[in-house]
DNA sequence: TCGTGAATGTCGATC
DNA sequence: GATCGACGTTCACGA
């Protein structure tokens, strides 16, 4: 481990009860050196930019990523109350005698102000994370199980290409049934809803306008399962449905 | 103030670089207390529900929230890289001698499992907060800026009735035109694609179905603008456009 | 509980 | 930078 790696190794630099102009320089140097930095207290929240929003005081936890972000927590909810995208300017200082954090960002122009009437804590952490998150049970492991076994969508099924460009858009699987139909396949790894028949059914249409193609066309709806509503849409629009789950097995 | 109050008000308990023990202990009361707990340390993250994902050892920072939900953040990303919905069950624990924090729900099964093989900080956090975030900008808005002045849309436009149902799903406004021809209006706060041009389909056929009608029957849809694509689709459809933001002035 | 659509959705790929 | 679609989307509302 070399010197730099050492002091990147998870450490925590906290302040408890500071002043405000403390828990300003505080935070100021924790953006300054790449750390994640919380500060939880009483502040008020603004926010303008897509929309505008506006929060009263109380007690939050709020969260300065060293790519840009900044969330807000409250109590309550996954989601953050208010928040910032990475990429945005961060910066910490005194204003009328309290903490205050901004964030910007230009394209769309967004700010956020948080202002604290007071500050009970203020953490900097220098975060070493060089893992990657690995995911299963996505569109995608939907998709190689069907390419890998095609014909867990209809006996003879010859898929000929993924992500098939239409001028609506790519298709998921474009391929051809046991008497050389052309099928268009729209993957969805949960159950699914009107949405997205009407999905498939827009890369349906551009494909008839694009193969100007007097031949029947085909399209095929594939998710675990489909609400009554998207099955009648499916019906109406002669449009075909597969069962299947991007898991083998359970 | 109340003793209970003022146990609520803003605290903060930390503890750095307990041992795990002690650790497990403090998160577990944290939670018992209803207070917003949070650990910071190099952990690894199994997550099995809906999907399942796996997360190698990295340093992270674990928010647990008094109504059940955890989110776990990396030093990247404004979404944490695993979490757990409000109404989950939490609890804390030495397993193998380290901190283990785990979260539950059911209806789907879903399960996070955190594991600490060092732990850098614990904080549990008193929170007090009664402000509820107050938002501007939306599709409701939008929604009340029309029906203050529905000649936002066209000349003598009149509205009807707001969410009104058909088979296909309600629509945001449903109205007649100065000839007396029934327009169902589509609303979206910001630049739209194809999905709602096929929304606003879906509503036009129904009603067309519905009331078995043979006079004309228009479809609207109402946002700030529209992409080349959707309004392909929107001329296809026999659909119309109007530009409008929820925002007066600007 | 399930279905449906909004959201400051976020995020990644692609153009 | 804009568009498009996936996402463990989350969330609120209604049936």
Redesign the pocket.
Known sequence: MTASERHRAARADTVVDPDPDAAAERVADGIEEGALVTVFGRCTVE?D???S?TLGPGDRHVMLKPDG?ILVHTDE??????????GCTQDAELADGDLRIRSHRS?PD?R?DVRFERVTQVSAFAVDDASELA?T????DLRERILDDPDLLEADFTPLAT?R?TS???V?IYGEDHSGRTVAV??????V????VG?LR?YVDALERDLHDDAELRGMLVAPSV????RELLERNGLEFVSLTPETGE
């Open positions: 926010y930019g897509r929309a929003s972000s909810g996954q989601q953050p109350v208010n928040w910032q995208p990475p394209t967004e956020l995911i049970g996505t569109e995608e992500e460009q609506a858009g790519a998921d729209e993957l969805k790894r949960k159950r809803g009107p949405d997205a999905q827009r609400t009554d509503r998207a």
